[in-house]
């Protein structure tokens, strides 16, 4: 998977679109990424003996094909590449060419 928690990201489908935020969890069995503040949903908590109900606004998992990773020079969506640098293979943004780390 081309993008790790901790990428700045921008959603470009669906309700949350232009949406960005930083990956807080990837799931690449699934081919999901967890973004702050996209896709959010309503988690409604049943009063307990001690603990009022209350309603919950929490991020909800989104597509990998539906995010773009941000390139850390222009600010700007785009596709990430790779390239051996000696004996490491690093992500490069094929835009601008830089490293991403």
């Given at each position: 998977?081309?993008?790790?928690?901790?990428?700045?990201?921008?959603?470009?489908?669906?309700?949350?679109?232009?949406?960005?935020?930083?990956?807080?969890?990837a799931?690449?069995?699934?081919?999901?990424?967890?973004?702050?503040?996209?896709?959010?949903?309503?988690?409604h908590?049943?009063?307990?003996?001690?603990?009022p109900?209350?309603?919950l606004?929490?991020?909800t998992?989104?597509?990998?094909?539906?995010?773009?990773l941000?390139?850390?020079?222009?600010?700007?969506?785009t596709?990430v590449g790779y390239?051996?640098?000696?004996?490491?293979?690093?992500?490069?943004?094929?835009?601008?060419?830089?490293?991403?780390?």
């Amino acid at each position: 998977m081309k993008i790790k928690k901790g990428d700045k990201v921008r959603v470009m489908i669906g309700k949350s679109k232009g949406a960005e935020g930083a990956v807080l969890k990837a799931f690449p069995k699934d081919g999901t990424v967890l973004v702050e503040g996209a896709n959010m949903v309503k988690k409604h908590i049943k009063a307990k003996s001690n603990i009022p109900g209350q309603i919950l606004n929490r991020a909800t998992p989104i597509s990998i094909s539906k995010v773009a990773l941000l390139d850390p020079a222009t600010n700007k969506p785009t596709r990430v590449g790779y390239r051996m640098v000696g004996d490491k293979k690093i992500r490069v943004s094929t835009k601008s060419g830089n490293e991403i780390k």
